[in-house]
């Protein structure tokens, strides 16, 4: 089994741009695509950003993802910062073993 | 447009068994997969295990297997996560949420609205 570890909080203020990681324990980040959801309080997940850096519909293109194969890590970036982006974000991934895997989750606030 | 609506809040004691439904709607039920997604209090997510729709096929996490058992009922488009031999660790909200399957890549595209199981004596 692999894990994806990822920061438990990350702070900036408005208008600033963050990124959060995600870093895969075992077999490469590249093999296997990542997918991140964003969760407000109260709510289910939604989703953000699949196959790595992909924007379903909807999802303003200050959303943007990346993988980095030399330290097996993926990363999630928000530009443009709006108070409305706090929320929970989590990456995804999968293997042959392990049909679905989430990370902790990152507490994004926006101060 | 897609909906998944779960059933209410739920009490359980330890020992015993929780059911949980997840009605869809809005799409042809056969045609996706549905998993089960828990979220203890202040924790991550963490994946149970899903149905295929169509051929009615589960796979359980391991963490899961023989405690937890998904079915379906096509003529009702509803899916079912049954939980047995509750303890306090499963407290949580349980969603279901429906596989968009592209390719050689998936992604939770829609989810229900939670339901929170509470387990305590």
């Known amino acids: 089994n692999f894990v994806l570890t990822q920061p438990h909080s990350v702070s900036e203020s408005p208008g600033k741009t963050v990124t959060i990681s995600c870093t895969r324990s075992?077999?490469?980040?590249?093999?296997?695509?990542v997918q991140w959801y964003q969760q407000r309080p109260g709510s289910a997940p939604t989703i953000v950003i699949y196959?790595?850096?992909?924007?379903p519909s909807g999802v303003p293109d200050r959303f943007s993802g990346s993988i980095d194969s030399s330290s097996n890590s993926a990363s999630l970036t928000i530009s443009g910062l709006k108070t409305e982006d706090e929320a929970d974000y989590y990456c995804q991934s999968y293997d042959s073993s392990n049909p679905v895997v989430f990370g902790g989750g990152t507490k994004l606030t926006v101060l | 447009q897609v909906q998944l609506v779960q059933s209410g809040t739920e009490v359980k004691k330890p020992g015993t068994s929780v059911k949980v439904s997840c009605k869809a709607s809005g799409y042809t039920f056969t045609r996706y997969t549905m998993h089960w997604v828990r979220q203890a209090p202040g924790q991550s997510l963490e994946w149970m295990g899903w149905i295929n729709g169509g051929n009615g096929m589960t796979r359980y996490s391991q963490k899961f297997q023989g405690r937890v058992t998904i079915t379906r009922d096509t003529s009702a488009s509803t899916v079912y996560m049954d939980l047995s031999r509750l303890r306090s660790e499963d407290t949580a909200v349980y969603y279901c949420?429906?596989?968009?399957?592209?390719?050689?890549?998936?992604?939770?595209?829609?989810w229900g609205q939670g339901t929170r199981v509470t387990v305590s004596s």
């Open positions: 949420a429906r596989i968009f399957l592209y390719g050689g890549n998936f992604y939770f595209d829609y």
């Open positions: 196959e790595d850096n992909q924007r």
């Open positions: 075992s077999g490469s980040i590249a093999s296997n695509y």
